[in-house]
């Protein structure tokens, strides 16, 4: 798996501190924009405020900022959890244009760790790469031409190999990593939540510092006894 932050908003910082002062302050915040871009208003202060105002539970001002990440090494089991985040913003490879002769595939570590499985796996994805070729090859023959792709990519497995850019604003992001950053979240996207969160935290960390699974923030399991990974008592 690889995770690359492409973009952020710029002066995100000042951007969520304006926000937060629009809301509490008496004036107009553009006119302070100036001076928060000149660094006429201090980087400290700016943080605490923002701390400060995150610690009464007020976040909406965080989603006037947005982060961009491209993802490679990846399953297709992975990028169906990860549009079920719908406050975002998803580009994903194309199996319908992207030639999927050679595709190579994500298998789980579980089975990695048993030779048995481990070879049982990789002969189904050799048989369904064959399949797949065979299957274009015989749509290609009967018309289908540059269209064969799209039709022949129905027997492509869940593991296959995707590239994903996805966009999330801070609260989108701080929700996404509460559920995928949970001991309980399946291991490959529990990584890219993490890989995610390394990133957010080095740039943003006034949004960030604190982000993780929801047990961290509330310092027990909220999804009670009979789901609970055992890392925090149970409410």
Excluded at 10 to 15: D, V
């Amino acid at each position: 798996m690889q995770v690359e932050l492409l973009a952020m908003t710029p002066n995100a910082l000042s951007l969520i501190y304006a926000a937060f002062r629009q809301c509490y302050h008496a004036g107009f915040v553009g006119d302070m924009w100036p001076r928060l871009l000149s660094g006429e208003i201090p980087t400290e202060k700016q943080i605490s405020f923002v701390e400060t105002v995150l610690q009464s539970g007020h976040v909406s001002p965080v989603e006037h900022v947005l982060f961009t990440f491209a993802v490679q090494g990846i399953s297709r089991a992975l990028t169906h959890q990860l549009v079920r985040h719908r406050l975002a913003s998803f580009s994903q490879q194309s199996q319908r244009y992207v030639d999927g002769s050679e595709f190579s595939y994500v298998m789980p570590p579980a089975l990695a760790g048993i030779p048995e499985g481990a070879a049982e796996f990789s002969r189904c994805m050799e048989d369904l790469r064959h399949t797949y070729l065979r299957l274009k090859g015989l749509l290609e023959t009967a018309g289908r031409k540059d269209k064969a792709a799209e039709d022949a990519r129905f027997v492509m497995p869940q593991a296959a190999e995707t590239r994903i850019v996805f966009s999330m604003n801070c609260r989108a992001l701080l929700n996404f990593f509460e559920q995928r950053c949970c001991h309980r979240a399946q291991w490959e996207i529990r990584r890219l939540a993490e890989a995610c969160l390394g990133l957010c935290r080095e740039a943003l960390p006034v949004i960030f510092r604190q982000a993780g699974a929801r047990c961290q923030r509330l310092g027990y399991c909220p999804e009670g006894k009979k789901f609970s990974c055992g890392r925090y008592p149970a409410r």
